[in-house]
């Protein structure tokens, strides 16, 4: 069965420090999607970054970058030189290849201290 | 291009009424997921809708259903409400079924008295 955990629950940061989210996550598919999205107190999910499984190519996009390692299922998120407006809940989640169900980790909620 | 609508955005009931939530996809998208958030499960998969047709469907009692349209537009409905239907109910749209980029909407916020 699919699993997502997100063993942090809550990161304070100061402004401009950068920070790691942590996901690890379990499947038997050998092809799938990892994604990260972002919770704003308005409760829409945004989203941040998609990754396929046979792409282990690691990217930076603009403050964000993200770490994703197979062989120890985890795609980690960092954000760099974090701002106030980054204060939000985050939430990763695993996609199969077909249909569109989603399995999202409890989240992580980040507060960024100016 | 219009992002995903969802209404409405606040709804209080009472238990054992039901309740209708809406959700609007973007404009090309034929597939419509629902999903329930609450502070105990967090974000839960109800079903997905794609072309009229119910495609996969999460572990949830059968007070919950939906159903889609021609338009694209799908439909939530929970019959006899519980105090733990409380949640937040968020509407995905994709391209299609298997196109698992999805769009969230703002959510429905429903609250069970």
């Known amino acids: 069965a699919q699993k997502v955990t997100q063993a942090q629950t809550e990161i304070s940061v100061v402004e401009k420090e950068d920070v790691t989210l942590d996901c690890v996550y379990e499947?038997?598919?050998?092809?799938?999607?990892l994604f990260w999205y972002k919770q704003p107190p308005s409760g829409e999910l945004v989203f941040l970054i998609r990754r396929n499984s046979f792409d282990e190519q690691n990217e930076i996009s603009g403050r964000y970058s993200w770490n994703f390692q197979k062989s120890t299922s985890s795609f980690n998120f960092t954000i760099t030189a974090s701002q106030v407006v980054d204060s939000a809940v985050y939430f990763c989640?695993?996609?199969?290849?077909?249909?569109?169900?989603?399995?999202f980790g409890t989240g992580t909620s980040l507060t960024v201290i100016p | 291009k219009a992002g995903v609508t969802q209404t409405p955005r606040y709804l209080i009931k009472t238990r054992g009424q039901q309740v209708t939530l809406s959700c609007s996809p973007i404009?090309?998208?034929?597939?419509v997921s629902w999903y329930q958030q609450t502070p105990g499960q967090g974000l839960q998969f109800l079903f997905e809708?794609?072309?009229?047709?119910?495609?996969n469907k999460g572990n949830f009692p059968g007070r919950f259903s939906g159903r889609q349209f021609s338009n694209s537009r799908s439909e939530m409905n929970v019959s006899t409400l519980e105090l733990g239907d409380s949640a937040l109910y968020l509407c995905?749209?994709?391209?299609?079924?298997?196109?698992?980029?999805?769009?969230f909407g703002p959510g429905t916020r429903l609250t069970v008295l």
């Open positions: 989640a695993l996609s199969e290849l077909t249909g569109n169900q989603f399995y």
């Open positions: 404009s090309g998208h034929r597939s």
């Open positions: 499947t038997r598919d050998t092809t799938y999607y």
């Open positions: 809708y794609f072309s009229e047709t119910q495609r």
């Open positions: 995905a749209s994709s391209l299609a079924s298997g196109r698992p980029q999805q769009y």
